[in-house]
């Protein structure tokens, strides 16, 4: 896996790797512990037995935006960015083949972000140790959470396979993605994880496959981008605007004789 371990090994070197881990666990810890304490009343800690469900609910909706605030901006770039530095066509003629390039970027960019799924367990086990928390929505939460990370971060690759530059794969990546969930919900893992509440895991697995085909289809047009768009010349819309005026300007002179 030579361009997985060169992806990992390049952001062990940058000191905001670190900054940006530290940053999201501090977010995450402070703002659960507030939740929580919403949770606890004055008669002691014997009030919180059987409430843990809210506190499960309620981190886990925190780590789905996370995953859907963060994840794009990492991802976005990582075939966009060999296409401004003119690089993607010496990968492609090394031995990797299109899938190797695609699932090797992708892991690069989720590793990290898996990392931060296992920074929240010990607050799912305080969640879990108050109780009201089943083994069956325990296990629902952890394979959505792994389930969202594997769709956004697919969705980013085909966005950064398909555009130009890093900027328009970094806006399509939330636009459209969250277009895509409000038109068919089924994509849209917190909704499968609110319907899941009160189902068996195995129920929750069948209601995911929705979010697996989606996983598949964007890994696949991830694919095929990355050949039939590797050398899209950039565009530079300022410049085609100017030139379309251009041309009006050109026309009314024509027509009024100057």
């Known amino acids: 896996l030579p361009l997985l371990i060169k992806e990992l090994t390049e952001q062990a070197a940058r000191k905001r790797t670190y900054q940006v881990r530290f940053g999201y666990t501090a977010l995450l810890f402070v703002a659960t512990c507030l939740l929580f304490y919403g949770n606890v009343s004055s008669d002691g800690t014997s009030s919180v037995l ?67 799924l296992f920074i929240s367990f010990p607050l799912m086990a305080i969640a879990f140790s108050n109780g009201g928390v089943t083994s069956s929505h325990l296990w629902s939460g952890i394979l959505l959470l792994v389930l969202t990370c594997l769709q956004v971060g697919s969705f980013s690759i085909a966005c950064s396979a398909y555009f130009r530059t890093t900027y328009e794969a970094f806006a399509a990546s939330y636009l459209c993605f969250f277009l895509l969930c409000y038109m068919i919900p089924a994509l849209y893992a917190p909704n499968v994880f609110a319907w899941a509440e009160s189902r068996t895991f195995g129920a929750t697995v069948a209601g995911s496959m929705m979010i697996v085909v989606s996983i598949c289809g964007f890994l696949g047009l991830a694919r095929m981008f990355l050949e039939t768009r590797a050398f899209v010349p950039a565009r530079n819309y300022l410049l085609e605007l100017f030139r379309h005026l251009d041309g009006i300007f050109n026309d009314w002179n024509n027509l009024t004789g100057g």
């Open 50 to 116: 059987g409430r843990g469900r809210p506190m499960f609910n309620q981190l886990v909706g925190m780590q789905f935006w996370g995953i859907y605030l963060l994840l794009p901006a990492t991802v976005c770039g990582v075939i966009s960015s060999e296409k401004e530095k003119e690089s993607l066509s010496l990968l492609m003629l090394t031995t990797l083949t299109p899938w190797q390039i695609i699932i090797q970027k992708l892991f690069g960019r989720l590793i990290p972000m898996f990392a931060f």
